[in-house]
């Protein structure tokens, strides 16, 4: 947009009421004058009818018109049919009273630490004081427009990149609290600020995944680590109690070779000092000699020829 770009002339409109009333007025006047033989009163109803029909205008829902009297602010109009005196009065300008959405953007705008980066958002905003938007400004949706822009230029100068990335609410918040305050002499509420994104360097987006990365990599390490020195100390509590307990660390031993053992088809080396050691060697022993039965008993083994 132009910053030297003056106020648009007012919007010249025509509306189907205005034109009934002037073909109407001025068939009727063309009947009459030619019934009477009165070429008179059809230029009568001819003025006539072009003085109605720029007297009557007509407002949609949604508008307001400002109304000037020989230059001077008179009033409102609208929405609906109203009328104003021709040549007197004159409709300087249609205010739309809807919610509009307008956005914005800053480009290459350097953050506190002195990123540049590109930033879009929309703008949520109304008219609450038609006459005020007409009167106070000159043309209220462009100075809106440049009031937002320099507001994201002023919050992104004064914001860190990480900030900006991870409190987008809160810089949201500002933006509106900012554009608002400038806004509000000219009667233009603004109802919310939205940043849609943030655009970085991609050079600067590949350093921010690399220490991204490390920084995953480093808290799994850390959590590996925590692991680790939790097993060791109960590693180390269980040692005690073998150590005070022979007959526990032989269970535990038994047991686990127990559970290798379960496994069909598993086989199990284990050195003949720990069989020693826990007696396996006695105990397998018994075992085999509960099993064996002398020849002539029931279900004894047969000694081989």
């Known amino acids: 947009m132009n910053s030297g770009t003056r106020m648009q ?17 001025t068939v009727s006047g063309f009947v009459i004058g030619a019934v009477l033989n009165e070429p008179v009163i059809f230029v009568v109803s001819l003025i006539v009818a072009a003085f109605v029909a720029a007297a009557v205008k007509v407002a949609r829902q949604w508008e307001k018109a400002v109304i000037l009297r020989l230059g001077k602010f008179k ?15 004159s409709v300087a300008s249609w205010i739309d009273m809807r919610v509009i959405a307008d956005p914005f953007k800053a480009e290459q705008t350097l953050t506190k630490d002195t990123v540049p980066v ?35 230029r002023d919050i992104i100068g004064k914001t860190l990149l990480s900030e900006m990335l991870a409190g987008r609410d809160h810089i949201d ?18 109802q919310s600020v939205e940043i849609r994104d943030v655009v970085i360097p991609a050079n600067l987006q590949d350093a921010m995944s690399r220490e991204a990365q490390a920084e ?11 692991a680790e020195l939790e097993i060791a100390e ?13 007959v526990a660390l032989q269970l535990r031993a038994m047991n686990i070779l127990y559970e290798g053992l379960k496994e069909k088809g598993a086989l199990v ?15 397998a022993g018994l075992s085999a000699m509960a099993q064996y039965r002398p020849p002539g008993m029931p279900g004894g083994q047969e000694k081989n020829k």
Request: overall charge negative; charged content about 25%; proline content about 5%.
């Open 9 to 25: 002339a007012p919007e010249l409109r025509v509306n189907a009421v205005a034109v009934l009333l002037f073909v109407v007025i």
């Open 75 to 89: 009033g409102l109009a609208g929405p609906g049919i109203f009328a104003i005196i021709p040549v007197i009065d």
């Open 118 to 152: 590109d930033v879009d958002a929309v703008l949520f905003w109304m008219v609450r004081d038609a006459e005020k938007a007409a009167l106070q400004v000159e043309n209220y949706k462009e100075a809106v427009s440049w009031a937002a822009q320099t507001a994201l």
């Open 173 to 190: 918040e500002e933006l509106k609290k900012v554009i608002d305050q400038r806004t509000e002499p000219w009667g233009i509420s603004v």
């Open 216 to 226: 995953r990599e480093r808290k799994a390490r850390i959590i590996l680590g925590t």
């Open 234 to 246: 109960k590693f180390a509590e269980a040692a005690m109690t073998y150590e005070n307990s022979p």
């Open 269 to 283: 080396v284990v050195p003949s000092s720990v069989v020693e050691t826990m007696g396996l060697g006695t105990v």
